[in-house]
């Protein structure tokens, strides 16, 4: 597969970083790592297995979506055989035969840009957080409007849009599939299993955190593509607006009229039931739907959070930070 290149990011994930390395050096030649100040072993881990290595130069922020496009840009400029490239987080290890099976996948659809498969957890059942990110990432196969973090790209399509857009802290490979789609680009998710994912979330510190990081993305895709035709993530920032700010306000609103307007607030339980039930019989086990459901209706309040320091940060004219939960 001399036609396919692989860029790597990552910051302090040790033995998942050379653990996600070897996976893609067993199935191609070309792979750069792009590292963004890690304190740890990571740069020498790279080193040590023969992956080029990109040192991000930190006095300018940091995004994700830089330190990929700074792989992509060097990939294209030193490897100009390269036909697709497969995007991967530091903390994850790309399956046996998926890239056989996303290449053939692109190679016999030339108007689709990106193709996307199946990423799990690694371990799901060591805490409630991951199981949460297990049951995300099982998202619906076949036509699909974006792509998370690991995808096999046509660098074609990629540079069709110019890349990734550097100012995003989160959120970036919906937006750019946005842009994709937008050109008369598709996107696949094929049935096939694409990598294991190391989220190592054990605090409810850190599901809030990436929760928030989530609000802030739908807020500043919202701020850029909302007047599109598809109003893009409008109906994601509504919804969090609904649940975290405006109802709320309008039972706190009511209840100086009289107290008993607070049983109103019965309507978070109630819809967790809802949700509950709806889940069940999907998962056919209570114990993951109840807490998908719960999360689904309380990530509401630290994705507020997100969403409305996007839009202070943009009145103040304050450059936004990157949002990480580990």
């Known amino acids: 597969m001399k036609n396919i290149g692989a860029v790597v990011i990552g910051r302090n994930e040790g033995e998942r970083l050379k653990i996600c390395l070897e996976?893609?050096?067993?199935?191609?030649?070309?792979?750069?790592?792009?590292?963004?100040?890690?304190?740890?072993?990571?740069?020498?881990?790279?080193?040590?297995?023969?992956?080029?290595?990109?040192?991000?130069?930190?006095?300018?922020?940091?995004?994700?979506?830089?330190?990929?496009?700074?792989?992509?840009?060097?990939?294209?400029?030193?490897?100009?055989?390269?036909?697709?490239m497969q995007f991967v987080d530091g903390d994850c290890e790309v399956q046996s035969g998926w890239l056989s099976k996303a290449l053939d996948f692109l190679e016999s659809s030339d108007d689709y840009a990106v193709a996307c498969g199946r990423r799990r957890e690694r371990y799901p059942n060591s805490s409630v957080f991951n199981q949460l990110c297990d049951i995300e990432w099982?998202?619906?196969?076949?036509?699909?409007?974006?792509?998370?973090?690991?995808?096999?790209?046509?660098?074609?399509?990629?540079?069709?849009?110019?890349?990734?857009?550097?100012?995003?802290i989160a959120g970036e490979e919906p937006e750019m599939c946005f842009r994709m789609r937008e050109q008369g680009w598709r996107i696949m998710r094929l049935d096939a299993e694409m990598t294991l994912h190391d989220a190592a979330m054990t605090k409810i510190?850190?599901?809030?955190?990436?929760?928030?990081?989530?609000?802030?993305?739908?807020?500043?895709?919202y701020d850029l593509h909302g007047q599109s035709a598809e109003q893009f993530r409008k109906s994601d920032c509504m919804r969090i607006l609904f649940w975290a700010a405006g109802l709320p306000l309008i039972i706190a609103f009511l209840c100086?009229?009289?107290?008993?307007f607070a049983c109103l607030l019965l309507v978070y339980p109630f819809q967790i039931i809802r949700l509950t039930l709806k889940y069940f019989r999907q998962f056919r086990q209570l114990r993951p739907s109840f807490f998908y459901a719960l999360s689904n209706v309380a990530s509401k309040f630290p994705q507020g959070g997100g969403l409305f320091s996007f839009y202070i940060n943009k009145f103040r004219g304050k450059t936004n930070t990157i949002i990480e939960y580990k």
């Open 23 to 84: 996976s893609l050096r067993k199935q191609i030649h070309c792979v750069v790592y792009v590292d963004s100040g890690s304190i740890d072993s990571s740069v020498e881990i790279a080193k040590s297995i023969g992956v080029h290595v990109i040192n991000l130069d930190l006095r300018i922020p940091f995004t994700a979506a830089r330190a990929r496009n700074e792989g992509a840009l060097y990939i294209q400029n030193h490897h100009s055989q390269i036909e697709f």
């Open 256 to 260: 100086f009229f009289h107290l008993m």
């Open 205 to 221: 510190s850190q599901w809030w955190k990436r929760h928030k990081r989530a609000g802030h993305a739908f807020a500043e895709s």
């Open 138 to 168: 099982n998202t619906p196969i076949g036509e699909a409007l974006a792509c998370g973090g690991d995808a096999l790209i046509r660098v074609k399509a990629f540079e069709h849009v110019n890349g990734y857009n550097e100012s995003l």
